[in-house]
């Protein structure tokens, strides 16, 4: 099993920038297809990036892409989720979640698709 930990979350003026890192225990995360996803108050969970396995397939939420950025540092074995540009509706619980990859190259949309969460960090945009 991976244990996950979030941490970075913060209070953040619009335009601003954070950077979220999602640290695992157990198990090296080059073993595991990854995700973030966030959820805001009365919303349901969201995904808002995911890569594969391999690390070479990513994706994006619309409401981010060009301006968040997944990547993992596997000597930290670390995910990071780079937050640039940030917006008032950017406001939420952000999670960082890992599960066995069928192949190096799939991507997981869906939260019922992970296996391993963290606890969370709160991420406010203040406009």
């Known amino acids: 099993q991976v244990q996950l930990v979030e941490s970075g979350g913060g209070l953040v003026q619009a335009g601003g920038s954070l950077r979220l890192s999602c640290a695992a225990s157990?198990?090296?995360?080059?073993?595991?297809?990854m995700g973030w996803f966030r959820q805001a108050p009365g919303k349901e969970r969201e995904s808002v990036a995911a890569?594969?396995?391999?690390?070479?397939?990513?994706y994006y939420a619309a409401s981010v892409k060009g301006r968040f950025t997944i990547s993992r540092d596997n000597a930290k074995n670390t995910v990071y989720l780079q937050m640039n540009s940030l917006k008032a509706e950017d406001t939420a619980v952000y999670y960082c979640?890992?599960?066995?990859?069928?192949?190096?190259?799939?991507?997981?949309?869906?939260?019922?698709?992970?296996?391993?969460w963290g606890q969370g960090t709160q991420v406010t945009v203040s406009s």
């Open positions: 979640s890992a599960r066995s990859a069928a192949n190096l190259v799939s991507l997981y949309l869906r939260d019922y698709e992970y296996d391993y």
């Open positions: 890569m594969s396995q391999s690390g070479g397939r990513l």
């Open positions: 157990g198990r090296t995360l080059s073993r595991y297809a």
